[in-house]
Each structure stands twice: as C-alpha cells, then as structure tokens.
C-alpha cells in the first residue's frame, strides 16, 4: 500500500541553525510533492511544492529537494528562528488525480 | 491564494447528535475538499464537493454519515451524523490553487463528542 513516512519524533534544533526534516514514500510515483506549515490550532499552510522534474527549489530560507530514486524528500529552514516552530507536512499528488495524500508531519522546536 | 471561513470553529456535541460544518470561500472555486484530522494523525480526504452534483467520497467514508451541500461556487457544508467519541477530531474545509496540486485551508472545525 501506498505510504508517507515523516519523522514522528520531535526535531530539536537551535536558533540560527539549519533544520532538516524528511519525507520518504513507497509504492508511490508522485508527480508533485508539496510541504504545509501547520500551527496547533490552525490549518494547514501551503509552503513549497517541487515537480517530479525538478531537483531542487528554494523559497527565501526554505529549500526542498527531491529524490525520486531514493523516493525521498527533504526540507531546510536555514538560519532558523523560534517563529519557525511548527508542525511540518509532507504531502505527494500523483498525475492522475491533483488532490494531495498528506504524511503525519514532523514537530519543529526552534530553541532560542 | 484563496481566504476560507469556517464555522463554528469548535464545538462540543454529545452522542448521537448532528453538526454541520460551514465553509464560505471569498472566490468562485470548482472543488471543495473536506479533510479530516484526528488527534496525532495525518490529514484524510473525506469527500470532494463539486457545485451542481452530488459529492465524491472517499474509501470509508459514506454519504448517510457524512451528507455535504455544495450550492454554488463559494459555499459547502459538511454535516456529521450520529456521532460517537470516535468522530472527535478536526475537520478541515480546503480549495485547490493554481492546478498544480497545492490546497488552501480553512482554520478547521475542531469536534469533540462526549
């Protein structure tokens, strides 16, 4: 069966350092794979998303890479800040149909 | 981007009652999605709500406990029916952006049935 596997564990990390958080998927080729932010108590917040093509992209601080061999994602915050700290989603829409499978998202803790 | 509202925003609701969730969206959309989220776990598409047909639904999730209205291109309701504890959760209205896959979300609707 088709899975999303994010870090369940929190990530603990320091102001200013770089956070680096995981998505790895199976039985899945996705043709787009996007990452949310989402705050306790809000929704989802649409952040980046990276074609199947395409290697890399980088939005201000923020940069996904994308590795369809590996079936492996991975997104950066550098020069992190407290504000940062949030739940992270990973979430991959095959060709077929555009609507987004979510992954259960990795906790950010930015330490000032 | 699109602004969505959603209402109520939480509510407590005992057993075997009904809630219909609101959403307004301040554009002309042609799909709506309903997600849900329960505690600790990921997002999980309910049903798609397309304007002038009946909604999509999604594997496990069936018409009679979760009807929605979609009556016109801004506004859709999700109604959960007969609930018990387990439909506790938080349950999300979204619209898509530009054709690519990426989805604006609503605040969320978060339920709690005793």
């Known amino acids: 069966s088709q899975k999303i596997e994010q870090n369940s564990e929190a990530l603990n990390i320091q102001e200013g350092k770089t956070a680096t958080l995981t998505c790895n998927y199976t039985n899945y080729s996705p043709a787009y794979l996007q990452w949310y932010r989402q705050d306790p108590g809000r929704g989802p917040v649409f952040l980046l998303l990276?074609?199947?093509?395409?290697k890399e992209k980088r939005k201000e601080r923020l940069k996904v890479t994308f590795d369809t061999t590996l079936k492996q994602s991975l997104f950066h915050i550098t020069a992190s800040q407290p504000a940062d700290s949030a739940t992270y989603l990973c979430a991959l829409s095959s060709g077929g149909s555009y609507i987004p499978t979510f992954g259960r998202g990795t906790s950010l803790i930015v330490h000032p | 981007s699109a602004v969505i509202s959603q209402k109520p925003s939480r509510d407590i609701c005992q057993r075997g009652t009904s809630l219909t969730i609101q959403c307004q969206v301040d554009?002309?959309?042609?799909?709506m999605f309903w997600y849900r989220q329960q505690p600790g776990q990921s997002l999980t598409l309910i049903a798609t709500a397309n304007q002038g047909s009946e909604a999509t639904y999604e594997s496990g999730f069936v018409i009679d406990k979760f009807p929605i209205s979609r009556p016109n291109l801004t506004f859709s309701t999700l109604t959960v029916s007969n609930m018990s504890p387990e439909d506790s959760s938080i349950y999300l209205c979204?619209?898509?952006?530009?054709?690519?896959?990426?989805?604006?979300f609503g605040e969320g609707s978060r339920l709690t049935v005793l």
């Open positions: 979204s619209v898509g952006g530009t054709g690519s896959g990426e989805l604006f």
């Open positions: 990276i074609r199947e093509n395409e």
């Open positions: 554009s002309q959309v042609t799909m």
